[in-house]
């Protein structure tokens, strides 16, 4: 199915979405890790368009969207995803995020309730003050100073290399290719999931929720049992052999999870 790419003219600027599927379907909106993009989604948004109409955004300060005009902000994040569905005319749209983009699928439930369906939550994190004092005295996880050799370019590939799958050197190729378009913050969005409040916030989430579990994701797959703990109506999925970047990894799997879900909430 075609894919298509736009911008949308919103309060930060110019915000950069694809999207693919009839405009007449119900709409889900997917939200990506960082510091990737849009192409996190580049194979599922075909899957999904058979019964969705799917939107994958460049969060602000990613892809091609424009810098932030204030500090990364997972509450100004759902702000601005919340502005991009009332600019696309959808009133109400199911909401998938994949790590970072499953914090701000969090709070965008949270203070935007009217506008989100069923909720998918992908390699989330719970982030409570245990989280946030452990990331306090971690070293940054994307940040590399850069080289004149260059070798700042394979620094990045090294830093994240051992939690992708072997053999798929695309997808490293695709990471660092964001990583270098982060609006010069590629710490943006790991320092904003560390400052959200998330303890404040979940218990407020009313709708349906799936939690996906990449099984070899370090990060975030002991994540899921607690988050499940603190919602009122959620369910787990396993994808075996999932790792950090999921949705390109394995994106039949996860488009098929997703779609499951969504079709009972439809």
Not at 32 to 56: C, D, M, N, T
Not at 81 to 96: D, K, Q, Y
Not at 192 to 212: F, K, S
Request: with cysteine; glycine share 8%; proline share 8%.
């Amino acid at each position: 199915m075609l894919v298509r790419r736009a911008f949308a003219d919103l309060s930060v600027g110019q915000v950069h979405f694809a999207e693919c599927g009839s405009a007449n379907a119900p709409a889900v909106l997917l939200l990506h890790q960082s510091p990737r993009s849009w192409a996190e989604y580049r194979a599922v948004l075909p899957l999904l368009g058979r019964r969705f109409r799917g939107v994958a955004m460049d969060t602000v300060g990613f892809g091609d969207s424009p810098p932030p005009p204030w500090e990364p902000s997972i509450e100004r994040w759902a702000g601005v995803a919340a502005e991009l569905l009332e600019a696309l005319g959808i009133e109400r749209a199911h909401v998938v995020g994949h790590h970072t983009g499953g914090v701000i699928a969090v709070e965008l439930a949270v203070n935007f309730s009217r506008k989100v369906g069923a909720v998918v939550l992908s390699s989330t994190p719970y982030t409570n003050e245990a989280f946030r004092i452990a990331r306090a005295h971690r070293p940054p996880i994307d940040a590399v100073e850069p080289s004149p050799d260059g070798a700042h370019l394979m620094q990045m590939w090294r830093n994240r290399q051992a939690f992708y799958p072997e053999g798929r050197p695309e997808l490293l190729q695709s990471f660092v290719l964001d990583g270098l378009k982060a609006s010069g913050d590629i710490e943006g969005g790991h320092r904003a999931v560390a400052n959200y409040r998330m303890e404040d916030r979940i218990g407020r989430v009313t709708q349906p929720v799936l939690l996906i579990r990449a099984r070899q994701d370090p990060f975030s797959s002991p994540h899921a049992a607690e988050l499940a703990e603190h919602l009122k109506d959620a369910r787990i999925v396993d994808i075996e052999g999932g790792m950090v970047p999921l949705p390109d990894q394995l994106p039949e799997a996860f488009a098929q999870a997703v779609t499951d879900f969504l079709v009972t909430q439809s």
